[in-house]
T-cell receptor, first 114, second 112 residues
Framework: DAGITQSPRHKVTETGTPVTLRCHQT?????MYWYRQDPGHGLRLIHY???????DKGEVSDGYSVSRSKTEDFLLTLESATSSQTSVYFC?????????????FGSGTRLTVV | SQELEQSPQSLIVQEGKNLTINCTSS?????LYWYKQKYGEGLIFLMM?????EEKSHEKITAKLDEKKQQSSLHITASQPSHAGIYLC????????????FGTGTRLQVTL
C-alpha cells in the first residue's frame, strides 16, 4: 500500500547487534502496530501505538522496543538481535474504532539474524 | 486473550472448485476481518463482519459470521489461480478495533 512504507525491505544482521526497522505512513492514522509473522503462528502483535509518544506492549514484546515521536513514523528496535527474531515484520495502521476496512498493512520487512 | 483457530491450515483445490475456510474464536467477536496475503507481500483487506448472521460477498468470495459471533467462514466459488495465497482472519475482541488478533492462516493453492 502506497500509504505505508517499511524500510528496509530485507535485512541480514548478526546476533547481538541492534537493529531498527522503520514504518512511515502518509494516512495520518492515529494507531500504528508492529506484528511479526512466523510459520505456524500467524501474525503476533509486538508493540502498538495509539498516539505520539503513547505506546504499549503486545503479546511478544520481549527483546523489542518502539518509539513514536511523530504521527507518521513508528520505529521498532531489536536491542540485541537473536536468531529467534528472524521473521517477517509487518507494520499496520488504522484510525481506530470499528472500521469497515480494518487495518492497512505495509509490505513487510524480512529480517534474518545469523 | 482472544484466540483464533483457522482450518484447514492448507488447502489444494483444482481450478473451478469451491472451497471453505473456517475461523473460530474462543470469545464473542465485536468484529471479524478477513485478509488475503500473497507470498512476500502485505495483507490485503477483503471484508469485515460485525453482526451476528451477517454475510458479505465480493466477486466470488463470500464471508459469513454465525449468530453467536464466534465463528466465521470464507467461501470461494469457482476458484481461480488468482485466489491462491494465504487467508487470515483477524478478530476485534474489544469493540474498538484498536488491537486485532489474527489466526494462523490458511494457505490456498489452486491447480490448473
Amino acid at each position: 500500500d502506497a500509504g505505508i512504507t517499511q524500510s528496509p525491505r530485507h535485512k541480514v544482521t548478526e546476533t547481538g547487534t541492534p537493529v531498527t526497522l522503520r514504518c512511515h505512513q502518509t494516512e495520518n492514522h492515529r494507531y500504528m502496530y508492529w506484528y511479526r509473522q512466523d510459520p505456524g503462528h500467524g501474525l503476533r502483535l509486538i508493540h502498538y501505538s495509539y498516539g505520539v509518544k503513547d505506546t504499549d506492549k503486545g503479546e511478544v514484546s520481549d527483546g523489542y522496543s518502539v518509539s513514536r515521536s511523530k504521527t507518521e513514523d513508528f520505529l521498532l528496535t531489536l536491542e540485541s538481535a537473536t536468531s529467534s527474531q528472524t521473521s517477517v515484520y509487518f507494520c499496520a495502521t488504522t484510525t481506530g474504532g470499528t472500521l469497515p476496512n480494518g487495518y492497512t498493512f505495509g509490505s513487510g520487512t524480512r529480517l534474518t539474524v545469523v | 486473550s482472544q484466540e483464533l483457530e483457522q482450518s484447514p491450515q492448507s488447502l489444494i483445490v483444482q481450478e473451478g472448485k469451491n472451497l471453505t475456510i473456517n475461523c473460530t474464536s474462543s470469545k464473542t467477536l465485536y468484529g471479524l476481518y478477513w485478509y488475503k496475503q500473497k507470498y512476500g507481500e502485505g495483507l490485503i483487506f477483503l471484508m469485515m463482519l460485525q453482526k451476528g448472521g451477517e454475510e458479505k460477498s465480493h466477486e466470488k468470495i463470500t464471508a459469513k459470521l454465525d449468530e453467536k459471533k464466534q465463528q466465521s467462514s470464507l467461501h470461494i466459488t469457482a476458484s481461480q489461480p488468482s485466489h491462491a495465497g494465504i487467508y487470515l482472519c483477524g478478530a476485534d475482541g474489544t469493540g474498538t478495533a484498536s488491537k486485532l488478533t489474527f489466526g494462523t492462516g490458511t494457505r490456498l493453492q489452486v491447480t490448473l
